[in-house]
């Protein structure tokens, strides 16, 4: 038997989890790692079974019939709303009858009619089809006094519990468009570091607010935004050490000779074309100019750059395995723990890491 992974976006009701294993079960399967927290996010579970092909094949299919496979991931809209309701009998149940055959899915609602605007109600929506946002304005403003607070179709502004869906369109802002088949294999690492932090007494959502934070950092911090910091020493009379200084961290030291120039560590894979463009500027040429490269260490800021290079590279042979084997803790005692090898995997990510 095989072992395969998929997300499903499951109803919230009674019994939907027990559906899915039902549906494995039936095509003997055995669930060999599931994980769910609806305080992060009330529908998406992660599965693991191992299976046959032919069978894991008929039980995609069978979730897929039933809606509960998840093999996309559109990019939800937030709206966040006020209306003014009559104070009459019925008045809130019109309301939410209106929003539910719209079909649109309610993240958060406050009304207290004992306040000094008894009749408001606050109502926020994540929805994904702009369409239909549109068509039930239309609606309410037709019925009610209305009050539209914020309306995000970027993804950028939705509830905390959609937790994976939001990250995922937050590394789709940081690496670019990303195909939804990679980002749903990617969010089952993540939920890995999930499971992991849960277990620890974590709140993943700070966590990957963290990491999230590096990210973006290294993508604001290119092109036109880039800036480094940079000392220049002469050794000799011929020879000079620059260390220059990069702004997501990780320093790149090029030593100069009179027969050659030879590259300690290389910086991030993102700052590549921006360190070449540094170099020339001081008069070092361009990497075509640098023969060999030594590596300290196999961290991406050190030596994620490298391949970018037509150098010589020179490491350590336990660096060089931990490069091949993408986990940052090889060889230490946190080497099995998933959130290094996941940490890993986001961070090379993030970075373009491109090591030699």
């Known amino acids: 038997m095989n072992k395969y992974s998929f997300v499903a976006r499951m109803p919230d009701r009674p019994g939907a989890l027990h559906r899915a294993a039902e549906i494995v079960k039936s095509y003997s399967g055995n669930i060999i790692r599931i994980q769910y927290d609806r305080r992060i996010d009330p529908a998406t579970v992660f599965f693991e079974v191992a299976a046959t092909p032919e069978t894991y094949s008929r039980m995609k299919d069978e979730l897929h019939a039933i809606g509960y496979l998840q093999e996309s991931l559109p990019t939800l809209g937030f709206l966040k709303f006020s209306v003014y309701l009559p ?154 050490v620059f260390c220059f200084q990069m702004p997501g961290g990780g320093n790149i030291f090029l030593l100069r000779a009179p027969d050659e120039t030879v590259m300690i560590d290389t910086g991030y894979g993102i700052y590549h074309e921006d360190a070449v463009r540094m170099f020339q500027h001081y008069g070092l040429g361009g990497p075509e100019e640098i023969r060999r490269i030594y590596i300290t260490h196999a961290d991406a800021d050190h030596c994620g750059a490298g391949g970018f290079f037509d150098a010589e590279a020179y490491t350590h042979t336990g660096s060089l395995e931990i490069i091949r084997r993408a986990n940052r803790a090889y060889g230490s005692r946190s080497e099995s723990s998933i959130l290094e090898e996941v940490y890993t995997t986001i961070i090379n990510l993030f970075s373009q890491f491109t090591p030699p």
């Not at 309301?95 to 609602?109: D, M």
């Not at 277990?199 to 290294?218: A, K, M, N, Y």
């Open 87 to 240: 104070h009459e009998p019925g008045s809130l149940f019109e309301l939410l009858t209106e929003i539910t055959g719209a079909g649109a899915n309610i993240a958060y609602i406050d009304f207290d009619d004992r306040r000094c605007d008894p009749g408001r109600v606050t109502i926020s929506l994540n929805v994904e089809e702009t369409a239909v946002v549109n068509d039930l304005l239309d609606r309410l403003k037709s019925r009610y006094r209305l009050e539209i607070l914020e309306y995000d179709t970027t993804g950028e502004h939705l509830d905390d519990t959609v937790f994976y869906v939001r990250f995922a369109q937050a590394v789709r802002g940081v690496i670019g468009t990303t195909e939804d088949a990679f980002l749903l294999s990617f969010l089952q690492d993540v939920n890995h570091i999930v499971q992991e932090l849960n277990s620890l007494g974590q709140d993943p959502r700070d966590v990957f607010e963290s990491i999230l934070l590096t990210g973006r950092t290294l993508k604001n911090t290119t092109g036109d935004s880039f800036y480094a910091d940079v000392q220049r020493i002469s050794l000799t009379n011929d020879v000079e």
